[in-house]
């Protein structure tokens, strides 16, 4: 049985919480806050397995609450609920210390499996802020790439095409040091930490044809 605790200012949304998880076998509704303040006191009184909370909270925020119950207790299970899509809020949320984040907008399944997951100490997020996050970070690397010079794309094709750094400084009339240079500034650019991190991102953006890729190996 998962204890929940629930913390919304809205005691309609409250009353639909409870609606919903009192179906579920495996959970159980502990207590209800209108407030961050009454959130925290709650949570220390009733220590239940899980707490479910909005961001947009009267007199302590969301955010604060999740701070503090992980202060006072590191292993707490927090799952996020809100109307706000900004994937932006996702990443403040993760960073206080929630394990999820689902908005409102989600089918009640999304939020049930969210619960499950959540108390198994995994990180989720609805599908519809997976997706924008996604979106927004193929926007960012794609935006990445366009960074690189001129001379720098050349050398990243080289490279994925198998050509050592002798060959591509014969190739280009440089340095092997140069070329060296450049393709750890390629990877500082592109936000990879390896070669195999480069292969992918250059798969992803057709820098790099899988194929080709196969008849280099072989």
């Known amino acids: 049985m998962i204890s929940i605790l629930l913390v919304d200012d809205h005691a309609i949304v409250r009353e639909g919480y409870r ?5 579920q ?4 509704v502990v207590a209800e806050a209108g407030d961050g303040t009454q959130g925290y006191q709650l949570f220390k009184e ?16 969301g955010l ?27 990443e403040q949320v993760v960073h206080a210390g929630a394990l999820g984040y689902v908005s409102k907008s989600s089918e009640p399944e999304v939020l049930l499996r969210a619960i499950y997951d959540v108390y198994s100490g995994h990180h989720v997020l609805s599908p519809d802020i997976a997706q924008i996050l ?12 366009q960074t690189l010079t001129v001379r720098e794309f050349e050398i990243l ?3 994925m095409e198998g050509q050592s750094h002798d060959d591509i ?4 009339n440089i340095s092997a040091k140069t070329v060296g240079n450049c393709h750890y500034l390629i990877k500082s650019k592109l936000g990879v930490a390896s070669d195999i991190e480069l292969t ?15 008849r280099n190996v072989g």
């Open 19 to 23: 609606a919903l998880l009192s179906k």
């Open 25 to 28: 076998p495996c959970m159980r």
């Open 46 to 61: 009733y220590e239940p397995d899980l707490v479910i909370t909005d961001i947009s909270l009267p007199s302590s925020s």
């Open 64 to 90: 604060e609450l999740i701070a503090k119950i992980k202060q006072r207790r590191a292993d707490a299970r927090i799952l996020v609920f809100s109307m706000h899509r900004n994937p932006a809020f996702a």
């Open 134 to 145: 996604a979106l927004e970070k193929l926007g960012s690397e794609r935006i990445a790439l």
């Open 157 to 159: 094709r080289l490279l």
């Open 169 to 172: 400084a014969r190739v280009l």
């Open 200 to 214: 992918k991102l250059a798969i992803k953006f057709n820098v790099l044809d899988p194929l080709e890729l196969s």
